[in-house]
T-cell receptor, first 115, second 112 residues
Framework: DQQVKQNSPSLSVQEGRISILNCDYT??????FLWYKKYPAEGPTFLIS?????DKNEDGRFTVFLNKSAKHLSLHIVPSQPGDSAVYFC??????????????FGTGTQLKVEL | GAGVSQSPSNKVTEKGKDVELRCDPI?????LYWYRQSLGQGLEFLIY????????KSGLPSDRFSAERTGGSVSTLTIQRTQQEDSAVYLC??????????FGEGSRLTVL
């Protein structure tokens, strides 16, 4: 039972354009969402997060949007740069403090930013 | 070191052998997690340690898998009688209780 789904295994974008990575979830108890970025042979690193009380969070070139009614979130990267090429994982958890930080991850989307 | 350290980085073993994977978390982090990533799959939760509380073992796929955390620091994930489906990258992460997870580089296990 995949509670966090990333239906696009890969995405290719030209440098300077917008990258949009999508994520859907099924567990209505999730109320905190995160994006992690992973380069080959490295562990995932935290990128940006959003609480369910918000619908948007922005950090530089990265913006995460949350649509609770649709159980959908997206990560926008503008402008995309070649160094953004990596696998992006969407993750979710129940409660900001409950259950510690046990995260449920999606299967990831491989982003390739081309020159 | 400053980050989460895992060893070995690569392990090749024969089916039926036991393996141990080690994780050294960031000093002071109270929580430690094991995840694994099989080919084409997302990160699958295995087990979670938080301070002196009983670990959350709900993600362990079978009783061949076990983990311990000694002295609230280093953790060892043990897989007994390895099977080919155990082949994956095993990732360890640590955090403060409610803080961001910091991942190690992972241990790639290949079971022949």
């Amino acid at each position: 039972d995949q509670q966090v789904k990333q239906n696009s295994p890969s995405l290719s974008v030209q440098e300077g354009r917008i990258s949009i990575l999508n994520c859907d979830y099924t567990n209505s108890m999730f109320d905190y969402f995160l994006w992690y970025k992973k380069y080959p042979a490295e562990g995932p690193t935290f990128l940006i997060s959003i609480s369910s009380i918000k619908d948007k969070n922005e950090d530089g070139r990265f913006t995460v949007f949350l649509n609770k009614s649709a159980k959908h979130l997206s990560l926008h990267i503008v402008p995309s740069q070649p160094g953004d090429s990596a696998v992006y994982f969407c993750a979710a958890k129940v409660g900001l403090t409950g259950g510690g930080n046990k995260l449920t991850f999606g299967t990831g989307t491989q982003l390739k930013v081309e020159l | 070191g400053a980050g989460v350290s895992q060893s070995p980085s690569n392990k090749v073993t024969e089916k039926g052998k036991d393996v141990e994977l080690r994780c050294d978390p960031i000093s002071g982090h109270t929580a430690l997690y094991w995840y694994r990533q099989s080919l084409g799959q997302g990160l699958e939760f295995l087990i979670y340690f938080q301070g002196n509380s009983a670990p959350d073992k709900s993600g362990l796929p079978s009783d061949r898998f076990s983990a311990e955390r000694t002295g609230g620091s280093v953790s060892t994930l043990t897989i007994q009688r390895t099977q080919q489906e155990d082949s994956a990258v095993y990732l360890c992460a640590s955090s403060l209780y409610t803080g961001e997870l910091f991942f190690g580089e992972g241990s790639r296990l290949t079971v022949l």
